[in-house]
C-alpha cells in the first residue's frame, strides 16, 4: 500500500511524507499509548488509547492506533498528520500533491511511479539516440518514437518546442523537461 502523509499546520495543509505508517508519527507528535493497566497487564483491543501528553485521547481502539493511515488530529486545526492512501485523496489533495510535486522537490522513494499516475504524468526512464531517431522510454513500459525526419526542417528552438509540445502531449511529467536537450542533441 502506497501511503502519503499530509500536515496541516497553521491551517494550510501540505506534503510531509510518503510511504509511511500513521504509527511514524506518534512521537513527533508527542503521543502516548495506553494499552496497560496499573498491574501491567495488557487492556481488552478497544480500550488501547493513545493521547497526548497532557492525557487528551487522540485515538481510541487497538485498531484505529495499529491502522496504517488515519488521523492525528493534536490540537484541532494548527497541528494534524494525516495519512491516506494514496488512491483514496481527495481532487484537493491531489492539487496539493501535484502542486508538491511540481514546486518544492523531486520524491526518490520507491512509490513514485504510483505518485506519477495519479498525477496523470509519465517518468522518462531512458532516451536513446539516433542520427534517424530519437526513443524515449518510460518507466510504465511504454515508448514515444520521434524520427528525425519530424523535426529535420526546424531551428533549434522550433524543434524544442516541438518535442516539447509532443511530451506534453504523451503526459509526460514536466520535471523532465529537461531531457529535450539530450532527444535533440544529436540533430542539432
Given at each position: ?12 495543509k ?103 499516475k495519479?498525477?496523470?504524468?509519465r ?30 526542417d ?35
Amino acid at each position: 500500500m502506497v501511503t502519503i502523509t499530509f500536515h496541516i499546520k497553521n491551517r494550510k495543509k501540505q506534503v510531509k511524507d510518503f510511504c509511511k505508517e500513521l504509527s511514524d508519527y506518534f512521537n513527533y507528535c508527542d503521543l502516548f499509548l495506553h494499552n496497560e493497566d496499573e498491574n501491567g497487564n495488557y487492556l481488552p483491543n478497544d480500550e488501547w488509547v493513545l493521547s497526548t501528553c497532557s492525557g487528551t485521547p487522540i485515538l481510541e481502539g487497538r485498531n484505529a492506533i495499529e491502522s496504517e493511515t488515519g488521523i492525528l488530529d493534536v490540537d484541532g486545526e494548527y497541528d494534524t498528520i494525516i495519512v491516506k492512501k494514496l488512491d483514496d485523496l481527495y481532487e484537493e489533495e491531489i492539487e496539493i500533491l501535484r502542486d508538491y510535486y511540481l514546486n518544492d522537490g523531486y520524491t526518490d522513494c520507491y512509490c513514485i511511479d504510483d505518485i506519477l499516475k495519479v498525477l496523470g504524468y509519465r517518468e522518462i526512464s531512458n532516451v536513446y539516440r539516433y542520427s534517424s531517431n530519437a526513443d524515449i522510454s518510460f518507466t510504465d513500459g511504454s515508448f514515444l518514437f520521434i524520427g528525425r525526419s519530424e523535426v529535420e526542417d526546424m531551428e533549434e528552438d522550433e524543434m524544442r518546442e516541438y518535442v516539447t509540445d509532443k511530451l506534453k502531449y504523451y503526459n509526460v511529467s514536466p520535471l523532465h523537461f529537461d531531457k529535450i536537450d539530450k532527444i535533440i542533441s544529436a540533430w542539432t
